[in-house]
């Protein structure tokens, strides 16, 4: 099959592939490459919204407190800065693009979640936001003559010469199709999908992660796997999550007893940042012998829990719950993989022409502990700068054929479920040494690439000997201020620790 050569290939198709996709084409040929169809990413499943501050009573340094306290002291101030100095502008470049966010006769109708001392989250449709912003990009990625979008084409291996991305192997339709590329941009998710709970598609598998290790990229910080709070816990449904914004509307938590209990953890109650909310459940949970906690929102307007939360209170009517007068049980299930491909401020990673977007990346603007709503304005705001970045380094398309493939990924439904349980089992929301040691020697025998990125998280967990944002250790219950540092992961290094994850300057 004849190779196909484009200025631009970006991997992954949830907002942050689809963003830079779109600004990618305004520079050159772009092929977009999804190993699904796009309207089953992992960003069409967001409910929260958007975090910028737009109104006249925030501003970009208020949000920028906001997320070094939820980042509990690993936030990158750096990348911080950048994401809340040029987030205001790219929802404005959105609206241009013809996405419609909610608004009143006064502006836009923003909401307020955990962690945030200022309501400065947008949403489009409600609790749609995700599936309204992936369905307009998409149409524009298809009526764009620039891109080449090929679908159900999972990338099996990236491609180097001499140390440098030129593209990468995918198959299509079960064959082997070469991309050669100037760029290549990585944006394929996180991993929360290798926990049987979780708020993820199921192909959130951390495969992306994987492809970058194996092409020698440096990985940092993946021991954070972020638990969202309440996801809901029926029985015979998923782990369907039911957005933070209901507790910004009013919503409470209530234990088996029917009691609030959020103000015995922190004085914020149900507004704390989500590891504290989760680490809370988790104790609730522990103590009364459930395995759920409650959610109420009898007291607030049913009208506008009905409007501003339909496609949540249609999903809970579905298994008989109904979100007005019913108490809805909940429980933390795995929901963000806060670690991933390490990158500087313009989203290149330590190889060479291979740059990292989204949820696949790590740019340090979580720190331990992703504050609300932030996830899409990164996605948004770094896979602008990777392109503006890529467009001034634009070196030749490579016409020799002498890359170096490296290892192709294994996969086997089987093997995925035996992690799925180890994950769940020892690498949960509390973890402890016994445990992840015995995830180590599970996952060893286990050769596909889930359980590659599954031993790198137990590995990076069971180095850090402290409980930090979302990473709890139970036998580390408080935090050391000798390891307020970053985990870096690179093939055939040991694990070791860096002060500062930003390689270069904004």
């Known amino acids: 099959m004849e190779a196909i050569e484009s200025d631009f290939l970006v991997i992954g198709a949830g907002v942050a592939g689809l963003y830079a996709a779109l ?73 241009n693009l013809g996405v419609r966010f909610d608004r009143t006769p006064f ?23 995700g599936q309204r912003l992936v369905a307009r990009l998409s149409e524009l990625i298809v009526q764009n003559p620039q891109i080449r979008l090929v679908e159900h084409a999972p990338v099996v291996e990236l491609l180097t010469s001499d140390g440098v991305c030129v593209g990468a192997r995918a198959l299509c339709d079960g064959r082997s199709q070469i991309v ?48 969202h709070p309440t996801a809901l816990a029926v029985p015979t449904a998923r782990s369907f999550l039911i957005t933070e914004a209901v507790r910004g509307e009013g919503a409470y938590l209530l234990n088996a007893q029917g009691e609030r209990f959020m103000l015995k953890y922190d004085e914020r109650a ?105 996830s899409l ?5 770094f896979a602008r700068r990777a392109v503006a970045a890529a467009v001034r380094l634009a070196p030749p398309l490579l016409k020799k054929r002498s890359f170096v493939a490296c290892e192709a990924p294994q996969s086997d439904p089987h093997s995925l479920e035996q992690i799925k349980q180890i994950m769940t089992r020892y690498v949960g929301l509390v973890r402890d040494r016994e445990g992840l040691e015995r995830a180590l020697r599970e996952l060893s025998a286990l050769p596909t690439d889930q359980a590659l ?10 180095v850090r000997t402290e409980s930090r944002g979302v990473h709890i250790r139970s036998d580390f219950p408080h935090e ?24 270069g300057s904004p």
């Open 23 to 95: 600004r990618a084409a305004e520079h050159g040929s772009v092929c977009l490459l999804t190993k699904t169809s796009l309207s089953e990413t992992n960003s069409a499943w967001a409910q929260g919204g958007i975090a910028a501050a737009l109104d006249e009573s925030d501003s970009p340094q208020l949000h920028r407190e906001d997320t070094l306290r939820a980042g509990r002291g690993l936030c990158d101030e750096r990348a911080v800065d950048v994401l809340v100095r040029e987030g205001p502008q790219c929802i404005k470049e959105l609206e």
């Open 107 to 129: 502006g836009y109708e923003l909401g307020r979640e955990g962690g945030h001392s200022r309501r400065r989250i947008v949403h489009a449709g409600g609790s749609s936001t």
């Open 180 to 227: 050669l590329a100037r760029v290549t941009i990585l944006a394929t998710g996180g991993a929360a999908a290798l926990y049987q709970r979780t708020t993820n598609p199921p192909g959130t598998t951390g495969e992306g992660i994987a492809l970058a290790y194996r092409a020698g990229a440096e990985l940092a910080d993946l021991e954070f796997i972020q638990f």
């Open 270 to 374: 149900e507004l704390a940042p989500r590891d504290v909310v989760a680490r809370a459940i988790f104790e609730e949970m522990r103590a009364t012998g459930t395995d759920h906690v409650f959610l109420s929102l009898r007291h607030l307007d049913p009208t506008l829990v009905r409007t501003r939360f339909a496609n949540i209170y249609e999903a809970c009517l579905h298994y008989g719950l109904d979100l007005t007068r019913d108490l809805i049980p909940v429980a933390p299930a795995a929901h963000y993989t806060i670690g991933g491909v390490r990158t500087d401020l313009w989203g290149e990673t330590t190889v060479k022409n291979l740059f990292a977007i989204g949820e696949v990346s790590c740019t340090g603007v979580h720190g331990a502990n992703r504050l609300a709503s932030n």
């Open 377 to 381: 304005l990164e996605c948004l705001v």
């Open 453 to 462: 990125i599954a031993r790198l998280i137990a590995q990076s967990a069971l």
């Open 480 to 503: 050391d201020p000798k390891l307020q540092a970053h985990t870096i992961v690179q093939k055939d290094r040991p694990i070791r620790w860096e002060k500062n994850l930003q390689m």
